[in-house]
C-alpha cells in the first residue's frame, strides 16, 4: 500500500518527522539531504501508525465553535463552569465559579477568553516551576506563556521557561 506524502518540508534536522493533520493529510518533515527513497521507506516502515491516525482524525468529533452567550459551557482545570452574560464590567470577563462576561464585551469574547486563560495559565505555571525548581535546585530567570503552534514549550541557556497554550 503507497502512502500519499501531500505536503513535503525539507529543512536544517537530523530527522524525519510525520504529521497526521486534522484533515487526515500527510506532512513530512526531513532533513534537507534525506534521499526520497529513505523517506519513502520510513513512510512504509510507520504505514499501520499513519493509518491508525488518520482513522482517529477521521473519528474526532469536531468542536464546535463558541457563540460567547448566556448559559454556554466553558472547561477550567478540568471542569465545566457556566457563562453568564451580565450588565457592562471591568474587567470584561471575570471567575468566580462562573464566568461572567459584560454583555458590551460578548463580541469580544474569543479574546476576552483567551486573555484570561492566558493569565491563569501564566500564574499556574509559575507556582509549578517554582514548586519544582525549588526541589531540583535550579532558578528559572522567568517563565512565559506563548501561542506557538507546533510545541509544548522550551528552556532558553538564559533561563526562561517558555509553554504553550491550547488556545
Sequence with gaps: MSIQIDKLIRAKRRSIALIVERDGSLTVRAPKRAAMRDIEGFIREKADWILRSREKMKNAVPV????????EKFLFLGNEYELRIVKPQRPALKFDGAFTL???AQKRGEAA???WYRE???QIMTE???HYSTLHGFAPRQVKVNSAKTRWGSCTSTGTVNFTGGW
Design 120 to 122: 491563569q495559565a501564566l
Design 128 to 130: 509549578r516551576v517554582n
Design 113 to 115: 477568553f483567551i486573555r
Design 102 to 104: 459584560g454583555e458590551t
Design 64 to 71: 464546535a465553535k463558541k457563540q460567547y452567550t448566556d448559559g
